[in-house]
C-alpha cells in the first residue's frame, strides 16, 4: 500500500507493506524509498515493514533549504504517528542512518532496536564539509553527472559489472530526486553534530552492517569504539561496498530478519 502522510505543509509518501511487528526503513543519499523494494518484499512475510521517502526525495517535497537531519526524524515520527505506531526496528541506510541517529536521540522510547546499514554516528570532518560545499556547487551546475559519479562511488568498484543493472536503476531512481532535494541533503548532513555516544548508551540491541570495500563508512573507527559493547552486533560484508542491501543481498536481508527478531523477542520480555 502506498499512502501520504501530513508534515508541515506537505504530503509524505510511503509504503506498508506485511502484518506484526513492525521495522521501518530509511533509504540513503540521492535515493528514495524504491530501493528497498527487493527488501520490502521478503521482510514483509515477517514483519510489517514501512519505507518512507524522506523530505526531498522521491515524492516527498522539499521544506526550505536545508534539511537538517532532526526534521527528517521528525518527519518519520509523523508517519509512524499516522499509522498508530509506537514501536519498531529501525534500520537507516547512509544518511538514513544518519536521520535514524537524530530520531535516537529526539524519541528513544519508540525503538527495540536500531540497524545502521553502511552508517557511521560522527560528524562531517572540515574536509567532507568542504567536499560537501563543491558538491552543491556541481549540482546546481550538472545534477546528472554528479548523480552518475556518486552512485557509481557507492559500489565496490569489481561489482559495478556484476549489478550494472541495479547500477542504472539506481541513477534513474536518484534522477528524479530535484536539484533544490539534493543540495538540501548535502547541507543537512554537512550540519548534523555527532551522536557517537547513542551506541555506548542504547537501551536496545544495534545492528552495524559495514562494506569491506566501502570507501565512505570509516570502518576502523567504528569497530574500535564499538569494541565490547555487548548490544552491538557487526556484520562485515567480505564483498560490498556501500550497497550491501544489492552487493549481498540474500546474506542482509536475512541478517536484518534474525535481528529484529531478536529484538522484538527482547521487548516483550520487558
Not at 93 to 103: P, Q, T
Not at 121 to 148: G, M
Given at each position: 500500500?502506498?499512502?501520504?502522510?501530513?508534515?508541515?505543509?506537505i504530503r509524505v509518501r510511503f509504503s506498508?507493506?506485511?502484518?506484526?511487528?513492525?521495522?521501518?526503513?530509511?533509504?540513503?543519499?540521492?535515493?528514495?524509498?524504491?530501493?528497498?523494494?527487493?527488501?520490502?518484499?521478503?521482510?514483509?512475510?515477517?514483519?510489517?515493514?514501512?519505507?518512507?521517502?524522506?523530505p526531498g526525495c522521491g515524492e516527498t517535497?522539499?521544506?526550505?533549504?536545508?534539511?537538517?537531519?532532526?526534521?527528517?526524524?521528525?518527519?518519520?515520527?509523523?508517519?509512524?504517528?499516522?499509522?498508530?505506531?509506537?514501536?519498531?526496528?529501525?534500520?537507516?541506510?547512509?544518511?538514513?542512518?544518519?536521520?535514524?541517529?537524530?530520531?535516537?536521540?529526539?524519541?528513544?522510547?519508540?525503538?527495540?532496536?536500531?540497524?545502521?546499514?553502511?552508517?557511521?554516528?560522527?560528524?562531517?570532518?572540515?574536509?567532507?564539509?568542504?567536499?560537501?560545499?563543491?558538491?552543491?556547487?556541481?549540482?546546481?551546475?550538472?545534477?546528472?553527472?554528479?548523480?552518475?559519479?556518486?552512485?557509481?562511488?557507492?559500489?565496490?568498484?569489481?561489482?559495478?559489472?556484476?549489478?550494472?543493472?541495479?547500477?542504472?536503476?539506481?541513477?534513474?531512481?536518484?534522477?528524479?530526486?530535484?536539484?533544490?532535494?539534493i543540495v538540501n541533503a548535502l547541507e543537512?548532513?554537512?550540519?548534523?553534530?555527532?551522536?557517537?555516544?547513542?551506541?555506548?548508551?542504547?537501551?536496545?540491541?544495534?545492528?552495524?552492517?559495514?562494506?569491506?570495500?566501502?570507501?565512505?563508512?570509516?570502518?576502523?573507527?567504528?569497530?574500535?569504539?564499538?569494541?565490547?559493547?555487548?548490544?552491538?552486533?557487526?556484520?562485515?560484508?567480505?564483498?560490498?561496498?556501500?550497497?550491501?542491501?544489492?552487493?549481498?543481498?540474500?546474506?542482509?536481508?536475512?541478517?536484518?530478519?534474525?535481528?529484529?527478531?531478536?529484538?522484538?523477542?527482547?521487548?516483550?520480555?520487558?
Amino acid at each position: 500500500m502506498i499512502g501520504f502522510a501530513e508534515f508541515r505543509k506537505i504530503r509524505v509518501r510511503f509504503s506498508d507493506t506485511g502484518k506484526g511487528r513492525t521495522i521501518v526503513l530509511l533509504h540513503g543519499f540521492p535515493e528514495s524509498m524504491e530501493v528497498w523494494e527487493e527488501f520490502s518484499v521478503k521482510l514483509s512475510r515477517h514483519f510489517r515493514v514501512i519505507a518512507i521517502d524522506l523530505p526531498g526525495c522521491g515524492e516527498t517535497p522539499c521544506i526550505g533549504y536545508v534539511h537538517p537531519m532532526e526534521l527528517m526524524a521528525e518527519c518519520v515520527k509523523t508517519v509512524l504517528d499516522s499509522l498508530g505506531l509506537r514501536r519498531y526496528v529501525m534500520v537507516g541506510h547512509s544518511m538514513g542512518g544518519y536521520v535514524a541517529l537524530a530520531f535516537t536521540e529526539l524519541f528513544p522510547d519508540h525503538l527495540s532496536g536500531l540497524c545502521l546499514f553502511h552508517s557511521h554516528p560522527y560528524a562531517d570532518s572540515a574536509e567532507k564539509k568542504v567536499d560537501r560545499e563543491k558538491a552543491v556547487v556541481l549540482v546546481k551546475k550538472d545534477p546528472k553527472h554528479y548523480v552518475n559519479e556518486v552512485i557509481t562511488s557507492l559500489f565496490a568498484p569489481d561489482n559495478l559489472s556484476l549489478f550494472k543493472d541495479d547500477v542504472r536503476e539506481l541513477k534513474q531512481i536518484a534522477r528524479r530526486t530535484t536539484r533544490q532535494g539534493i543540495v538540501n541533503a548535502l547541507e543537512g548532513m554537512k550540519e548534523r553534530p555527532k551522536r557517537d555516544w547513542l551506541l555506548q548508551y542504547a537501551g536496545y540491541p544495534v545492528l552495524l552492517i559495514l562494506g569491506k570495500k566501502d570507501r565512505i563508512v570509516p570502518n576502523e573507527l567504528l569497530l574500535r569504539q564499538t569494541s565490547g559493547l555487548k548490544h552491538v552486533q557487526i556484520l562485515m560484508l567480505e564483498k560490498a561496498g556501500h550497497m550491501g542491501f544489492i552487493e549481498e543481498k540474500k546474506l542482509t536481508q536475512d541478517s536484518l530478519i534474525r535481528f529484529a527478531r531478536k529484538c522484538f523477542s527482547r521487548s516483550s520480555k520487558k
